[in-house]
């Protein structure tokens, strides 16, 4: 028999649970305590399950009815009305899942592990591309056609790197959805292949000793700006990354005991990295502090001493000098300096590598090789400092016998 509205009314509570029975699973539970509980009664997978649809009168008769009605057509779709309320509470408790609020929550999470600031701004640039076409997009919905729409307008305008980057970033943003439960595949994997590929080319850089002799004087007999010729004698000297020299701050430097400690905020693999100073760099530095020493930077920039000189200063004065794109640029002097180091056959590689700031691509060797090889760095570089002087009084006599 059919319930009404009136007999859930004057249904009494007695000192065990009761049970009525509209039809069809819907029950109506009576407690001990007076409290009145809607359930639907059902089988799925071959076992009893029970759903409560809330008490009563919050939940009317006819509201229950309406959710047992629901709950039988999934039954007859398959479905387990249960399971499918708890997804959807999930769901609605869940963080939002549209591309752009995963990828924020990407970033703020590279923020918190402490990625390079210029890793952090590149991320957010690259993906200032896909918001237009993607961020109001819940990621289960992104097809691999919608990111290589996205990825089509810079390569349309020949930025092949800037394409293969930006596919790499949204596809672990996708990746990202995927560990957060808010995306079962990442789009981007279908792609390989469907983008043009960047032509590779390395940073000019001379290799040969004899022509590395030669930028070496050219260098030397450099008249601009005091700070930037500085810069390029230091360069060849210690060969670090041109951004860590640039903006390099006059109390990292340790002139007594000849030690240059760039701070982990300032290297490429977050890590601190000390540089020993051969005679011939403390030399350049003491000479350039009465001109920048009353300031923090040591190579301040002309238009304000509270920026370092740009990243272009470094090249142009080395095309001033006569030297083209394809023949010298500021970064190729690690790659002059590495292959000279390990041609010459007097270091280890790992001494080299380690003062080069590079970590090694084995993950159980560098687990294990932590060691600084401090001693034979700093010999090394006194070494390397009296070998660049070679090579200019070599190349000075040669170019004196050729002019006699």
């Not at 970033?169 to 983008?195: F, N």
């Not at 043009?196 to 001379?206: L, M």
């Not at 920026?307 to 142009?316: A, D, Q, R, V, W």
């Not at 002059?336 to 159980?364: F, P, Y």
């Amino acid at each position: 028999m059919k319930l009404s509205d009136t007999t859930c009314r004057a249904a009494k509570p007695g000192p065990a649970r009761r049970k009525l029975h509209d039809g069809d699973g819907l029950q109506f539970w009576v407690q001990p305590s007076g409290a009145r509980l809607w359930q639907f009664a059902y089988r799925y997978g071959g076992k009893q399950r029970q759903l409560t649809f809330g008490p009563y009168p919050a939940v009317t008769l006819l509201e229950a009815r309406e959710q047992r009605d629901a709950a039988r057509k999934q039954l007859r779709a398959g479905i387990d009305p249960a399971m499918a309320r708890k997804r959807q509470k999930a769901d609605a408790e869940a963080p939002p899942d549209t591309f752009k609020a995963v990828a924020q929550e990407f970033v703020a999470k590279a923020k918190r592990e402490g990625k390079a600031k210029a890793t952090i701004i590149k991320k957010e640039w690259l993906l200032e591309f896909a918001y237009p076409e993607l961020g109001a997009l819940r990621m289960t919905d992104i097809r691999p056609i919608d990111v290589l729409g996205v990825l089509q307008g810079p390569e349309g305008r020949g930025c092949y790197e800037t394409a293969r980057r930006l596919r790499a970033t949204i596809g672990a943003v996708c990746r990202y959805a995927i560990a957060t439960a808010r995306a079962e595949t990442d789009p981007t994997s279908a792609l390989k292949g469907a983008l043009t590929v960047p032509k590779v080319t390395h940073r000019a850089a001379f290799t040969e000793a004899k022509k590395f002799a030669g930028l070496l004087r050219a260098i030397d007999g450099y008249d601009g700006q005091p700070a930037t010729h500085a810069a390029l004698k230091l360069i060849a000297l210690l060969f670090p990354r041109p951004g860590e020299l640039r903006a390099a701050e006059w109390a990292e430097f340790d002139l007594d005991k000849a030690v240059w400690t760039i701070p982990a905020t300032r290297t490429k693999m977050r890590r601190e990295h000390r540089v020993h100073l051969p005679r011939q760099a403390l030399k350049v530095l003491k000479d350039l502090h009465t001109i920048t020493g009353q300031r923090d930077l040591v190579f301040p920039g002309i238009g304000s001493a509270l920026k370092p000189i740009s990243e272009n200063t470094l090249n142009g004065a080395l095309r001033r000098l006569g030297f083209g794109q394809t023949e010298a640029s500021a970064h190729g002097f690690r790659a002059s300096a590495s292959t000279l180091l390990n041609e010459s056959g007097k270091w280890s590689s790992d001494a080299i590598e380690r003062q080069l700031a590079h970590v090694d691509n084995n993950g159980v060797r560098r687990a294990y090789a932590r060691g600084e090889y401090w001693d034979e760095r700093v010999k090394m570089m006194n070494w390397w400092a009296n070998y660049l002087d070679q090579l200019k009084a070599g190349g000075a006599e040669q170019d004196g016998r050729r002019r006699n």
